[in-house]
């Protein structure tokens, strides 16, 4: 018959107050460059950027029909050789900053969601955009080796609300500014 | 340059390995999956065909998607019977085996409950008088399964299904299939907590202290099986009852929220069976814990004074020794 066991930590305190971490706290992890991301949603096609800014009324649009902020005028957009479309934007939440991207087919429908980088954080640096900038558009760092730098995570963990909710932006996107 | 690594050292044919890890967002969370063992064109086609196994459970169990099978029993099933396909029916199969074995206690029927205290949209009308009176609602034993074409019936017109302690880990153990059949015997399938290792590797896993997300509790190595956690770090209300913090765990018969524990791990040989066995100890830890044995599962929690329990069993099941 089972029993239960007390468990014993060092440090013995599962639940802290108050007080600052001394382990930084977080989960970080590079899945895909953007080249990478573009090869796994785009085999085979070419990609040409856009070069995409939005105009104030695009931008208005935009926010209107997914109820949601457009961070920024400049859209990282490339048109697909084969027809479609694929974009790349970053999602700032309370303890998390994700990099992804979307592909489009070309009647502007989701072919596609690939999360580029992730970064969870517990700390405030997430909310330093030069902490930040250090992830933009980085190409995937050193090869994975299978035993050191894959590590899981059982426990609480955020939702992708805000991933889904950069989809619902970027089919307004497409409507507003992609179309025809 | 494709993500790589070597093989490890036991391959001895010198073959060289590769390693992916993807995620997508699926299922309200991140779907995480890495794999190795096979060349990359082998391990990109069997991610690929994973990701859509978990795909299509989220099309068929989304609580949230109106349009899903679940949406569909949970508006029509109490006026005539419901065909569901074979996962749908598979997944409530085993929610009726483990409602009969923890005696009603594992429960998917509490989703007004949960609508009341604003832990999920209220697609459907929510009777006030029916969230307090749980046992008049009816509860999981009032679905009845028509084996002969597979239909749901409800029995009950106040029933509202929550696949979520289940689905997810379903959603799991299918992706790992999928990489099987696909040549991949080596990898995880991890769905916003919910993991299961497959092969001969041990998988370091970090299990995250409850009221501090950022922060490592314990880390074991996971070998060819499941774990998953439930706790209620990033949904916790105040229940005016108590004046204690409570997650989105319901006591079936009471309707009350549980409070007891703050979070249970439990590692199992599948991911659904994890998942659900969590929700159990939740709401009853000691009464789930003669269980586990039976389901060749065990558990790790901690309770709500911030202490931490294992059960007798837990080195065992990790392969650890103390």
Redesign the interface.
């Known amino acids: 018959?089972?029993?239960?066991?007390?468990?014993l930590?060092a440090p013995a305190?599962?639940?802290?107050s108050g007080a600052a971490?001394a382990?930084p706290?977080?989960?970080a992890?590079t899945?895909?460059s953007v080249e990478?991301a573009q090869r796994?949603l785009f085999p085979g096609a070419a990609l040409t950027p856009l070069g995409i800014t939005l105009n104030a009324e695009q931008r208005r649009a935009i926010e209107g029909a997914s109820d949601t902020r457009v961070r920024s005028a400049e859209q990282k957009i490339w048109r697909a050789s084969g027809g479609g479309w694929f974009i790349v934007d970053e999602v700032l939440g309370k303890?998390e900053f994700i990099t992804?991207a979307v592909a489009l087919s070309a009647t502007g429908a989701v072919k596609g969601?690939?999360?580029l980088d992730?970064r969870?954080?517990?700390?405030y640096e997430i909310r330093r955009p030069e902490w930040r900038q250090q992830f933009v558009g980085k190409t995937?760092g050193a090869?994975?080796?299978?035993?050191q730098d894959?590590?899981?995570?059982?426990?609480?963990?955020?939702?992708?609300?805000h991933?889904?909710e950069g989809?619902r932006r970027t089919l307004a996107l497409y409507a507003a500014v992609l179309k025809g | 340059?494709?993500?790589?690594?070597k093989a490890?050292a036991g391959s001895g044919r010198g073959q060289s390995a590769t390693?992916l890890?993807?995620?997508?967002?699926?299922l309200?969370?991140?779907v995480?999956i890495?794999a190795?063992g096979a060349s990359e064109n082998v391990l990109?086609a069997a991610v690929d065909a994973a990701f859509a196994t978990v795909a299509e459970v989220q099309r068929r169990m989304s609580f949230h998607d109106p349009d899903s099978t679940l949406s569909r029993l949970n508006r029509d099933a109490a006026a005539q019977p419901v065909p569901v396909d074979e996962g749908t029916w598979e997944v409530l199969r085993f929610a009726a085996d483990l409602h009969k074995a923890s005696g009603g206690l594992f429960d998917p029927s509490v989703a007004p409950t949960l609508q009341a205290h604003g832990f999920l949209p209220a697609h459907e009308r929510v009777n006030s008088k029916e969230t307090e009176s749980a046992r008049a609602r009816g509860d999981f034993g009032d679905v009845e399964f028509l084996a002969a074409d597979r239909r749901i019936r409800f029995h009950r017109p106040g029933i509202v299904l929550d696949l979520g302690g289940v689905a997810k880990g379903f959603a799991v153990d299918g992706a790992v299939v999928a990489l099987q059949n696909a040549g991949v015997l080596r990898g995880?399938v991890?769905a916003?907590?919910?993991?299961r290792?497959f092969g001969p590797?041990a998988?370091?896993?970090?299990?995250?202290?409850?009221?501090?997300?950022?922060?490592?509790?314990?880390e074991v190595a996971?070998r060819d099986r499941a774990?998953?956690?439930s706790?209620?770090?990033?949904s916790l209300v105040r229940d005016p009852a108590t004046d204690r913090p409570v997650g989105p765990f319901v006591h079936p018969t009471s309707g009350r929220l549980a409070d007891e524990l703050l979070?249970a791990?439990v590692v199992a040989p599948s991911a659904m069976l994890a998942d659900a066995l969590t929700k159990w100890l939740l709401l009853a830890?000691?009464a789930a814990?003669?269980y586990?044995?039976t389901a060749s599962a065990a558990a790790?929690?901690?309770l709500a004074d911030?202490?931490?329990?294992?059960?007798?069993?837990?080195h065992d099941a990790l392969g650890t020794s103390s």
């Open positions: 018959m089972l029993t239960w066991k007390t468990q930590f305190a599962v639940v802290v971490l382990v706290a977080g989960y992890a899945y895909l990478q796994t303890h992804y969601v690939e999360i992730y969870e954080s517990y700390g995937a090869p994975l080796k299978l035993d894959i590590k899981n995570i059982s426990g609480a963990t955020l939702s992708c609300r991933v889904a989809v | 340059m494709p993500l790589c690594s490890e390693t890890r993807r995620a997508r967002p699926l309200g969370t991140f995480e890495t190795t990109g995880v991890n916003g907590g919910d993991l290792a590797d998988w370091p896993v970090e299990i995250r202290a409850p009221l501090e997300p950022g922060r490592r509790l314990l996971l774990m998953a956690t706790a209620s770090t990033f979070s791990t830890p000691d814990l003669s586990l044995e790790f929690v901690v911030g202490t931490a329990q294992c059960s007798s069993n837990w």
